[in-house]
């Protein structure tokens, strides 16, 4: 078939990679130019153990302690919005102790399947892949505790974890300095260079003939007998195509209008830098929990990242967010010169995140030749291989790798 993807952000370069494994004639459509989207500057993580959604008990009560401090690593931009509204409306009805039982076996098998995919891809791309692990750190007993519930709920869905003390999580960094109370070590967990991977994945689909439109935003959809008869470029108006595949990001809402979708989904903002030449190298990705800012070392430096902004679709750098992350690291790494980066060293993206912390994958009823690939928040790179097969599947009319009703992106009406 001729199939058409609106977005090339990570969701729709894996799309790309597997349909056109499946022998389809791919055709990419992106509104920038492919060279610094939301997965550029992601941590790079690779994590089976995020298996709880961030729609959970307790969230909604931290997130308002979170936005009353100009550096927590949380915020929500008041404005009045519709959308924002029955976001945080839906956000809020899902936080539930049922809902986290039921999204728990789904997350982990599509984070499963994402890694084990990582591991074949890995074989034939050429982009730094290392299973390390990862250390969820804490430093008070609050998060001791959290953490706890969190290590029994994982290994009782079959994810390994282990609790350590703080003299453990130091034997796993041998030349790092680390204050913390304990932590919890998944081992499962791998890592990779996500700017490396993307630069991989363009090469290789521009080698296998799929052809890739930058700086092409979709402007128009024109529907015709419950199906999308054409898409409207500023360059050009795209006819012919048999299949088509939504995965534009953050932006997939305001897309997904001109389809007649209403797609519940928001701008989760982060910030990333690099810490180049550090003294005293750090080993394992780590995430340090009171902080909800990440450690990755990548390519002999660290990336440092965090911080969720629901913003709409502004990118603007907030000093007082990037404060957060750098104090985290010199409170957890007390040996790292980690200082303010200048704003222009700054990278800051969009995740889309769904309000009940599940992506969005399968067709649409109402249009017969299109298919969803969004809301993975910030596990677009995790989930990257197991959403683009899933695609490759759906739109294949082939059986898929998971059952998808519990992504359906129609399950808010």
Known sequence: MNIGIIGGGISGLFSAYYLQKAGHQVTLFDKGDLSDGCSHGNAGMIVPSH?????????????????????????????????????????????????????????????????????????????????????????????????????????????????L??????????????????????????????NQLIVALLAYLTQVGVHIHPNEPVTNVRLTGGRIGAVVTPKQTYEGFDEWVLAAGAWSAEVGQKLGLSLPLQGGKGYSFMLTNAPQPVRVP????????????????????????????????????????????????????????????????????????????????????????????????????ATGQLVAQTVGHTPTSLALQGFSPERFG
């Not at 302690?65 to 959308?83: A, E, G, H, I, N």
């Not at 796993?172 to 499962?188: K, N, S």
């Not at 790494?333 to 992506?359: F, I």
């Open 286 to 385: 780590a995430i340090m929990l009171e902080a909800r800012a990440t450690a990755t070392p990548m390519n002999g430096q660290l990336r440092l990242a965090g911080t969720l902004e629901i913003a709409g679709t502004d990118l603007t750098v907030n000093p007082n967010r990037v404060r957060g992350i750098v104090q985290a690291i010199n409170t957890y790494y007390p040996n790292l010169p980690v200082a303010m980066p200048a704003v222009e060293q700054v990278w800051s993206g969009l995740r889309p995140c769904s309000p009940d912390g599940l992506p969005y994958i399968g067709r649409l009823h109402h249009l017969k030749n299109m298919t969803i690939a969004t809301g993975h928040g910030m596990m677009g790179v995790s989930l990257g291989p």
């Open 51 to 163: 298996i709880i959604p961030l729609a959970a008990p307790g969230m909604i009560a931290k997130g308002v302690r979170w936005m009353l401090r100009s550096t927590s690593p949380f915020y929500v931009k008041p404005r009045l919005d519709w959308d924002l509204l029955r976001w945080g409306w839906l956000f809020y009805r899902n936080a539930t102790p049922e809902h986290v039982r039921q999204a728990i076996p789904l997350l982990r098998d599509l984070s499963l399947l994402s890694k084990q995919l990582y591991q074949q891809v890995a074989q034939e791309l050429a982009f730094d892949w290392q299973e390390r692990g990862l250390l969820m750190l804490y430093q008070t007993a609050g998060a001791e505790h959290e953490m706890a519930d969190e290590a029994r709920i994982a290994n009782q869905a079959g994810i390994e974890a282990q609790v």
């Open 165 to 194: 003390t703080g003299q453990q999580v130091q034997a796993l960094e041998p030349e790092a300095e680390v204050t913390v109370r304990g932590g919890i070590y998944y081992p499962g967990d791998a890592q990779l260079s996500p």
